[in-house]
């Protein structure tokens, strides 16, 4: 886990009894999922489907007002050696400036297999083929967030 945190203003104690949201970044779609780190337990809440940063940051804006996390979450994508490549650099932009408009910190997850976890969890629901486009960068995000919740520090 990096920990993206400019104001430095992570306090364990603070974060582990709040709210975290967690996002699985896409140049297209952002997934994003909610959960209590008390329960340690994540639920999917939505996508935004737009490529307009405007537009997504109005959205994340919202939840984050709505939602008050004390914690954000990034799925931070890798190729399947571990190495980076050019989303895993747009998508740590995206969590710079998350840290940056919201004085929250971010921890970013590698993110490797969140998408087919996802897609199984679907099936597993009964949900298949393109049923699935709606829901599965939330459920991707969901799967991000527990990540997080399993092997964040008790």
Avoid at 23 to 37: K, L, Q, S, T, Y
Avoid at 119 to 145: F, H, P, Y
Wanted: glycine share 6%.
């Amino acid at each position: 886990m990096q920990l993206i945190d400019n104001e430095k203003v992570y306090d364990q104690a603070h974060v582990q009894s709040g709210t975290v949201l967690a996002f699985d970044f896409g140049e297209r779609r952002i997934g994003i999922a909610v959960g209590e780190h008390l329960l340690a337990s994540a639920t999917p809440l939505m996508t935004i489907d737009n490529e307009s940063n405007e537009i997504r940051f109005q959205i994340i804006t919202k939840l984050v007002n709505e939602w008050q996390p004390r914690l954000l979450v990034v799925g931070l994508p890798l190729s399947l050696d571990g190495t980076e490549h050019a989303v895993t650099q747009l998508c740590k932009k995206f969590a710079r400036r998350l840290n940056g408009r919201f004085n929250l910190p971010v921890a970013l997850i590698d993110e490797r297999y969140s998408s087919a976890e996802a897609s199984q969890l679907l099936n597993e629901a009964g949900i298949r083929g393109r049923a699935q486009k709606e829901m599965l960068d939330q459920v991707a995000a969901q799967t991000i967030l527990q990540s997080y919740f399993d092997q964040a520090p008790k």
